[in-house]
């Protein structure tokens, strides 16, 4: 079992920045690819982006990328998620998730977070 707690989420008006992390407990977490996906109101849950367990490679959402930057620290067991340029579409719960392959499908994640929400306001 992998345990993944957020923080980092709160109010911010368009154009500003936000820094959430997940920090993970359990399994080892070095061995795990792990990413971000999001779900505004009333939408699918949507891939964000992602970090392979070297933090070698990085894969991101064309919505999102050249704004957000994925990282991670194994030492601290702990990934992160830096938001700049942010716009009130990105607006939305933003969860934590751990995956064993690089299929990030939704359906394919293996453990979850319970979400930290980010709101951008105009």
């Known amino acids: 079992q992998v345990q993944l707690v957020e923080s980092g989420g709160g109010l911010v008006q368009a154009g500003g920045s936000l820094r959430l992390s997940c920090a993970a407990s359990g399994r080892t977490f070095s061995t795990y690819g792990m990413g971000w996906f999001r779900q505004a109101p009333g939408k699918d849950r949507e891939f964000v982006a992602a970090i392979s367990w070297s933090g070698v490679s990085t894969y991101y959402a064309h919505s999102v990328k050249g704004r957000f930057t994925i990282s991670r620290e194994n030492v601290k067991n702990t990934m992160y998620l830096q938001m700049n340029s942010l716009k009130p579409e990105d607006t939305a719960v933003y969860y934590c998730?751990?995956?064993?392959?690089?299929?990030?499908?939704?359906?394919?994640?293996?453990?979850w977070g319970q979400g930290t929400q980010v709101t951008v306001s105009s």
């Open positions: 998730a751990v995956n064993s392959d690089w299929n990030w499908s939704i359906h394919e994640v293996d453990y």
